[in-house]
């Protein structure tokens, strides 16, 4: 049996960037990037997957940085984070530990400031969450959402024991859309994402109907596009996600007795029946 207090585990990256900029410090013609994947002991598809998500940019003014650091254990985010998983775990075992990773986001990031309110996130097949946050105070509710969307993530991976090469692009998208219609139920519609508002219910249906529904059993990185948008390919921005939650909505509207526990373990093609 695994015990509560080890339910959800931190990997203390904070600690690694108050370690990297001391050593960029007292080393400033040293290689930054060799420093900090020296330090945060990570390979350089971790390394990269990071920065596409927003981690702060290692070549940033080391004093700003320091600064950043400072308001990131000031807000204690960390913490913050932490009870709130403990919280959903509590309320909605995992038959996982849930293990989190908390990172400064760049400060020059307009997408994810503008776009996300300064919160950036992804769940691994294993189960474990990386955050790249923003440290203001005004985040704090956006963080509170992202957590739980992430969550829902993390539960039902583990419960349907979901495997990263069986993904299909109809799996991509109720998976976004189930953890929506979870942060809706746990939180309320003030804590929703931007993505469902991508499109409106009439678009989505219009665009399930002429493209989407065409290419469900996409694998790979090639079911991107459908869910992040094209503008070459016609395809709209966060598309796979707006879909992904009416796609929910729909089957809800025939199965409305459904609990998000229930909702959780429905494999994905039933949605669609």
């Not at 339910?7 to 050593?23: G, P, Y």
């Not at 940085?65 to 709130?84: P, S, W």
């Amino acid at each position: 049996m695994v015990r509560r207090d080890s339910l959800v585990r931190n990997k203390d990256r904070l600690a690694d960037m108050e370690k990297f900029i001391s050593v960029v410090k007292s080393n400033p013609n040293e290689n930054r990037k060799e420093i900090f994947l020296d330090i945060f002991k990570f390979d350089e598809e971790e390394f990269e997957m990071m920065m596409f998500f927003g981690m702060f940019n290692l070549n940033n003014d080391i004093v700003s940085l320091e600064e950043q650091l400072t308001n990131m254990r000031l807000l204690d985010f960390e913490n913050f984070i932490k009870e709130e998983l403990e919280l959903l775990h509590k309320e909605y075992q995992s038959n996982r530990t849930v293990e989190f990773e908390l990172f400064i986001l760049d400060e020059n990031d307009d997408f994810v400031i503008s776009k996300l309110n300064g919160v950036s996130a992804f769940t691994d097949w294993n189960g474990r969450m990386c955050f790249a946050i923003l440290p203001e105070e005004n985040v704090r509710s956006t963080i509170k959402s992202v957590v739980t969307h992430e969550y829902h993530h993390h539960w039902r991976i583990s419960a349907l024991g979901l495997k990263e090469d069986g993904e299909t692009l109809l799996d991509r998208m109720v998976l976004e859309g189930l953890a929506e219609h979870f942060v809706m139920v746990r939180l309320g519609d003030e804590y929703l994402g931007p993505y469902k508002d991508a499109l409106s219910e009439t678009q989505a249906k219009t665009i399930w109907e002429s493209t989407y529904r065409k290419h469900i059993n996409d694998k790979g990185t090639t079911t991107d596009i459908y869910m992040f948008g094209s503008d070459d390919m016609d395809v709209p921005f966060w598309g796979g996600y707006s879909i992904g939650f009416y796609l929910i909505k729909w089957f809800l509207n025939k199965n409305k007795d459904l609990s998000i526990k229930d909702l959780t373990l429905v494999p994905s093609n039933k949605f669609i029946e």
